[in-house]
């Protein structure tokens, strides 16, 4: 039922993608609506809070230090859910995640599933696995469903179908669940969801979720949402299997009193949202009475091991750099290749991948710092983009083929130039002449030839000054005397 | 149950490489007592202010607040069923009989299914604790406020909350609720909403679409 998962193996480069998208103009204006919605509200909530910046620190230095004893707070939060009649899984890769979860569903003697939104199952592809093995995963998000029925896929961290309009999702809707009368209302999508999923969870014997935060100290998961689906799918099935990043580890209980500061106003613009649901193991007589976590690293310790680029490890996936984007903005989701999409994408998927897929992401950005800016956690994504581009450089070097690469010939020739004065004016003089072949238009080169291209593809550089400014300072200084 | 996988000892072996170390108890509590915490963490407001505060913000959710003395709850309670035209509610053990006024019919929750749950017209609980600041209401599972899923299955929620349980902040409401962490606990800002459309907010999903909150001194 679910259509083909974003896969950064096998995705087209940034580029190349990008370019389809800005050819969808509804696309463009669903995205740029939602997000611009979605700024405004959080910038009007987060003015109201007088020690954001307070509340930002704080989150940076929870996240920084959990990293640092990572090990001995995974362990913490084994033992607490445990103690509290949990079942605590270990995964390094997707592949045995995925095994675990089919393994322990079939166990539970069920062949379908309420799956509350989870960005961890979408980065596994838990969905196609549980298919592939006659098991019907049943997504209860309404965004979730929407991508579910449609079978597309997620374009935001926090709201997947925001590259979708009302009546985009009615038509789903109207095809999907045989309803030939209905609106295209918001309330009147919701309500049909309703109806289409009561039955599910009111009846379906096993539940897989995502967590925000394992809670070390008591054992705890937290799951923050909107829409009462989560606590359905927590609440209501005999078995629930729970999927969680080792990123995803919160020292105390007490910690939350900053993230769930941070969070809610940083992703959807609400003080908070609708529900959040705490729970500890297994609670006699309130909800499943089997418990399973499973703690995924996939990639994460490798993060982990890169100290210049480790923060990327504190984000709480609110989603406020997506919306904050000017490239995102652009483009939506999709072009990302990955379920992660926008800033934190760029930055995260080619580090799952250990580098070796999405190379193009790190450079899907302007640096412009807003990504920075509104971060609840303080993450420096340009910093990490940066970063991530001399790896990307360094990694492409060392293969072989690179010894013939124009571009790594290039900066080497530039680096030799920069280096050395005579050279360095030799080779502006010998622009200046060049230059004056190019063709123009009112004083602005409008094409560079070859590897130089690349700048005038999408903007026109200005006609070089006919002294530089070197010239001119000399100049100066003889004037002087 | 713990067990000892190869994949627990490697991932474990994977972090301290990356840490360069491995960290034990004390390293990680005294690290942790550094973090600074120089936001908010105490009330600001005298305490009518902070309940009018609750009161907005609970509204600005959708959901509907009437004040009440203590002595006036039921009449109250009785006032919203009629005006929501609500007769069978699902209650949990530990409400006090006091609060249930005469002419509709209270179902007290001993292990009732889902589907019987699904049936009835809404749900009356207590709470443990409310924060102004955010409009949200907390839940656990204790006498007068019952399991997950009485307030989640029903379609309309009446809420009783006390004023002496309401507080400014969200630290403080941590803080207040540090002794029952391990309890199922649930906190409520409003009715069931999505933002999945369009990014506007609207009422109504899954939980309870209807929520009316009465705030007793």
């Known amino acids: 039922m679910s259509g083909t998962a974003l896969d950064p193996k096998t995705a087209p480069a940034f580029p190349i993608a990008a370019r389809a998208a800005m050819k969808d103009s509804q696309l463009q204006r669903n995205v740029h609506h939602a997000t611009q919605v979605i700024q405004t509200k959080r910038a009007r909530v987060v003015a109201e809070m007088a020690d954001w910046q307070e509340l930002r620190e704080a989150g940076e230095h929870i996240r920084r230090h959990t990293m640092e004893h990572l090990d001995f707070y995974l362990q913490e939060f084994e033992v607490n859910c445990a103690r509290a009649g949990g079942i605590v899984h270990w995964a390094t890769d997707a592949e045995e995640a995925r095994q675990i979860v089919v393994g322990l569903v079939k166990a539970s003697g069920s062949d379908e599933v309420i799956k509350i939104k989870s960005m961890t199952t979408e980065e596994i592809a838990l969905n196609q696995a549980l298919e592939s093995e006659d098991i019907h995963p049943f997504e209860t998000d309404l965004a979730e469903l929407i991508i579910q029925l449609g079978r597309d896929q997620p374009s935001h961290i926090v709201v997947p179908a925001l590259h979708k309009n009302r009546k985009q999702i009615k038509e789903i809707f109207q095809r999907e669940m045989h309803l030939a009368d209905l609106g295209d209302r918001p309330e009147d999508l919701a309500d049909a969801a309703r109806s289409f999923l009561r039955e599910k969870f009111l009846h379906v014997r096993t539940g897989v979720s995502g967590a925000n935060f394992l809670i070390a100290e008591t054992g705890g998961v937290c799951v923050v949402e909107s829409e009462g689906n989560g606590r359905m799918c927590l609440t209501l099935p005999e078995t629930l299997i729970t999927i969680a990043g080792i990123d995803?580890?919160?020292?105390?209980?007490?910690?939350?009193?900053?993230?769930?500061?941070?969070?809610?106003?940083?992703?959807?613009?609400?003080?908070?949202?609708?529900?959040?649901?705490?729970?500890?193991?297994?609670?006699?007589?309130?909800?499943?009475?089997?418990?399973?976590?499973?703690?995924?690293?996939?990639?994460?310790?490798?993060?982990?091991?890169?100290?210049?680029?480790?923060?990327?490890?504190?984000?709480?996936?609110?989603?406020?750099?997506?919306?904050?984007?000017?490239?995102?903005?652009?483009?939506?989701?999709?072009?990302?290749?990955?379920?992660?999409?926008?800033?934190?994408?760029?930055?995260?998927?080619?580090?799952?991948?250990?580098?070796?897929?999405?190379?193009?992401?790190?450079?899907?950005?302007?640096?412009?710092?807003?990504?920075?800016?509104?971060?609840?956690?303080?993450?420096?994504?340009?910093?990490?983009?940066?970063?991530?581009?001399?790896?990307?450089?360094?990694?492409?070097?060392?293969?072989?083929?690179?010894?013939?690469?124009?571009?790594?010939?290039?900066?080497?020739?530039?680096?030799?130039?920069?280096?050395?004065?005579?050279?360095?004016?030799?080779?502006?003089?010998m622009g200046r002449a060049a230059a004056k072949l190019l063709p123009r238009k009112d004083g602005w080169i409008t094409w560079l030839?070859?590897?130089?291209?690349?700048?005038?593809?999408?903007?026109?550089?200005?006609?070089?000054?006919?002294?530089?400014?070197?010239?001119?300072?000399?100049?100066?200084?003889k004037d002087d005397r | 149950m713990t067990v000892e996988t190869s994949s627990k000892l490697e991932i474990l072996r994977r972090i301290r490489e990356a840490n360069h170390t491995s960290s034990g108890e004390e390293a990680a509590r005294n690290g942790w007592k550094a973090v600074p915490r120089n936001y908010k963490r105490a009330r600001v407001h005298q305490k009518e202010v902070m309940l009018d505060l609750l009161e907005d913000r609970l509204q600005e959710y959708d959901a509907t607040v009437i004040r009440s003395g203590r002595d006036h709850i039921a009449h109250h309670v009785a006032l919203r069923l009629e005006e929501r035209r609500k007769n069978r509610l699902v209650i949990p053990a530990g409400i006090s009989a006091g609060w249930l006024p005469a002419g509709f019919e209270f179902v007290l929750d001993d292990g009732l299914t889902f589907k019987e749950l699904d049936a009835l017209d809404g749900v009356l609980t207590g709470s443990a604790l409310a924060i102004a600041e955010t409009g949200t209401i907390v839940l656990q599972n204790l006498d007068g406020q019952g399991r997950r899923a009485i307030s989640l299955v029903p379609d309309y929620h009446l809420c009783l909350v006390c004023t002496e349980d309401v507080v400014e902040t969200v630290p403080e409401a941590m803080r207040w609720l540090q002794h029952t962490a391990t309890l199922a606990t649930t906190f409520i800002s409003g009715p069931s909403a999505t933002a999945d459309i369009e990014m506007t907010r609207i009422k109504g999903v899954h939980g309870p679409r209807t929520l009316d909150v009465i705030l007793y001194a």
Not at chain 1, 351 to 358: G, R, S
Not at chain 1, 449 to 470: A, K, N, S, V, Y
């Open chain 1, 449 to 477: 030839p070859g590897m130089l291209g690349g700048w005038t593809q999408m903007r026109d550089l200005e006609e070089m000054p006919q002294e530089t400014f070197r010239d001119w300072w000399q100049k100066r200084e």
């Open chain 1, 248 to 429: 995803k580890i919160l020292p105390r209980f007490e910690d939350l009193e900053v993230m769930l500061q941070l969070l809610p106003r940083s992703a959807t613009g609400e003080r908070m949202n609708p529900y959040n649901s705490v729970w500890t193991g297994v609670h006699a007589g309130d909800g499943p009475q089997t418990f399973h976590v499973v703690l995924l690293d996939n990639g994460r310790t490798g993060i982990l091991a890169d100290w210049e680029s480790r923060q990327t490890l504190h984000c709480i996936r609110c989603a406020a750099c997506q919306n904050a984007c000017p490239v995102y903005r652009q483009t939506g989701g999709h072009a990302y290749g990955s379920v992660y999409a926008g800033p934190i994408g760029a930055i995260l998927t080619p580090q799952l991948q250990e580098m070796h897929y999405a190379q193009s992401l790190p450079y899907a950005s302007s640096l412009c710092g807003a990504c920075y800016e509104v971060c609840p956690v303080k993450i420096n994504i340009p910093e990490v983009l940066i970063h991530l581009r001399q790896k990307v450089v360094e990694q492409n070097a060392a293969q072989v083929s690179s010894s013939f690469d124009i571009e790594a010939l290039g900066m080497k020739a530039m680096a030799v130039t920069f280096r050395n004065e005579r050279r360095f004016r030799a080779a502006q003089r």
